[in-house]
């Protein structure tokens, strides 16, 4: 194995006190980022400047009438040292800024934002309509603020499919002719590179890890190895991969030779119910990918088999104790909640339950498990908040899938064209984070643990509460609430990721440390799960799964579950409440008939049913 000079490094000093990065030299690092980042809006509206310009200045060449935008390219190109497409990407962008992205190109000049996450939004929004752009912006630059090029583009994605839904799926269909096989022939690594679509790509993916982990743990190879080897095998149709460890009589060779039968599933999407029958056309989730649009969702429901999962929906504003007396920090709207369900589209589908439901579950709102709900002295009443927290309550057992009846589609209404936008209200999770940041700051009480015992406010420790590894169920309702990794920043899926306790569980005596419950439990990828237990960034969890974290230097930020969504349903109708080419307002309360009706939720996973995470 290869040390690092890193760590060889640190092994020649040996152990050392916990570490600490002075806050004035991390306060400088911003001042000469925001330098960087001013100068490097100047660069590209200068060069944006230069190709308005020339394309206004027409060639006559022979017959023919050309602009000179490629004179610009060649110019700018020649003073930056760097090819013609990057000097045209300049130009594009800084273009884009200026005639479609205002507020994105202010807080740029500003040096809020850097070159990446600039050219990211442009990728995801410069197809969009000049009001599909104006009604994204606001909330694409509070995710900017907060998140790095990729996990920022998710993000847009996500906000495009609720606010633009027929552009986001049009130009998702776009995309998806653009799939694409690619060979690179190297000195002595060769890379095979695919583009494919969200649900090819992740059930491919699943497909590798499956085939790696058919060897035993006593492989002498790297996860990355191991992966290239089971990719290898998958193509020749091998069953299983030969381990490459030396069995001895006391350390036979452990690894399965065949795949089970009865496989975790594909791909695991979640979908709410009015969406799957298409009554509705909110955005779905697709486990390892992000959001996806109600279309492709429908697309994958109709050859999936079925496991309900019933959820409910929870009031995460009041819950996290927002009343009047912050009304002038954060601006509540009144609101009612929808469940959300899962599905799967290979092996299972689940489906959610809104508070009226029509599938089993209470429809009046209650505290989940380990939950107590913090609030203010002049809080709201019942409904007040802007976001939904959809808690898991159980599932029923697998079912043969088919098509689900949607409505027809009218024969006198026009279907809406494909440029049409709604501008709507529609606040999401930055918008929601930015809100929570203004008001812990304001109020520090609010950024303290709802539970510092990791007790979950519970003065008994529930079934296996005091057991370290918690049980199947508990781990998939911990992966479908969280998603991703939950430091701040991270878009590791949930299914990679460890399960950690927030407050750290006590060994020696389990009573007396956090418990193994749903609060005090999150995702955490191995990096930044190696950072929390050192020390160096410490979450706390405050009610309903938000977490606030604070580093070794000072550090602030907010994450917020993967469940976490918007609950207002007046806005929907505004967001997109009708499936495309609908032109009558579907009734939401017939949503049982469409419905399949579950089992008996049971408190656990059945037997022999697959994990649904």
Not at 60 to 80: F, R
Not at 137 to 146: H, K, N, T
Not at 315 to 333: K, M, P, Q, R, V
Not at 458 to 482: C, F, N, S
């Amino acid at each position: 194995m290869t040390t690092s000079t890193r760590s060889r490094f640190a092994a020649y000093l040996g152990p050392q006190p916990k570490p600490y990065i002075a806050p004035a030299s991390l306060a400088e690092m911003r001042d000469v980022t925001i330098l960087e980042n001013q100068a490097c809006a100047r660069k590209v509206a200068l060069a944006a400047a230069i190709w308005d310009t020339c394309i206004h200045q027409n060639v006559l060449v022979g017959d023919v009438i050309q602009d000179a935008g490629n004179y610009a390219a060649s110019e700018i190109a020649h003073v930056l040292g760097c090819s013609k497409t990057v000097a045209n990407t300049y130009a594009e962008v800084g273009m884009d800024l200026r005639l479609r992205l205002p507020s994105v190109a202010a807080a740029f000049g500003a040096g809020e934002l850097d070159l990446p996450r600039v050219r990211a939004i442009y990728r995801c929004t410069h197809n969009l309509t000049q009001d599909a752009a104006t009604a994204v912006q606001d909330e694409v630059l509070q995710a900017a603020r907060r998140l790095s090029p990729g996990p920022l583009a998710t993000e847009i994605w996500s906000i495009m499919y609720r606010i633009a839904p027929e552009q986001a799926a049009a130009l998702r269909n776009d995309l998806e002719r653009h799939t694409n096989v690619t060979y690179t022939d190297k000195d002595v690594l060769s890379t095979l590179k695919a583009d494919l679509t969200a649900a090819d790509a992740a059930a491919a993916w699943q497909l590798i890890n499956e085939m790696a982990a058919t060897v035993c743990r006593r492989d002498p190879r790297n996860r990355g190895q191991k992966r290239a080897a089971a990719y290898v095998a998958l193509l020749h149709q091998e069953s299983s991969m030969a381990c490459m460890c030396e069995p001895t009589e006391d350390n036979p060779c452990t690894a399965d030779t065949s795949r089970p039968d009865r496989r975790a599933p594909l791909t695991v999407i979640t979908v709410d119910l009015a969406t799957l029958a298409g009554l509705l056309s909110n955005p779905a989730h697709l486990a390892g990918h992000g959001t996806i649009d109600a279309e492709y969702a429908r697309e994958l429901a109709d050859n999936a088999h079925w496991q309900i999962l019933l959820t409910e929906a929870r009031n995460l504003a009041e819950a996290l104790g927002f009343g009047e007396d912050l009304e002038s920090l954060i601006d509540l709207e009144t609101e009612t909640g929808t469940g959300t369900g899962d599905k799967g589209a290979e092996s299972r589908a689940d489906s959610g339950s809104s508070r009226t439901n029509h599938s089993g579950s209470r429809g009046d709102q209650k505290k989940s498990r380990g939950s107590k709900v913090r609030k203010t002295k002049n809080s709201r009443s019942e409904g007040s908040g802007s976001h939904m927290m959809f808690h898991p309550l159980g599932r029923g057992r697998r079912r043969d899938g088919a098509a689900i009846p949607r409505p027809p589609r009218s024969q006198t209404s026009a279907p809406p064209s494909r440029n049409s936008c709604v501008v709507t209200p529609y606040r999401g999770t930055y918008t929601f984070v930015a809100e929570l940041e203004a008001a812990i700051a304001a109020d520090p009480t609010l950024g303290l643990a709802l539970h510092p015992d990791g007790h979950g406010g519970l003065l008994l420790p529930p079934p296996g509460a005091l057991v370290y590894r918690p049980t199947v169920a508990l781990a998939e309702r911990i992966r479908y609430r969280d998603r991703t990794c939950r430091h701040p920043g991270c878009d590791v899926a949930a299914q990679q990721c460890e399960i950690d306790h927030i407050v750290p569980y006590f060994h020696r005596d389990p009573a007396t440390g956090g418990w193994t419950i749903d609060t005090n439990l999150h995702c955490l990828c191995r990096y930044h799960h190696s950072l929390k237990t050192m020390g160096l960034w410490t979450p706390v969890m405050l009610a309903d799964g938000v977490e606030f974290w604070v580093s070794n230097a000072g550090t602030t930020a907010i994450t917020v579950p993967g469940t976490t969504q918007l609950a207002d349903l007046s806005h929907l109708p505004a967001v997109y409440r009708r499936p495309k080419g609908q032109a009558m307002q579907a009734d939401t309360s017939g949503l049982g008939i469409v419905q399949p009706q579950p089992a008996p939720v049971p408190t656990s996973a059945p037997d022999g049913d697959p994990s649904p995470f």
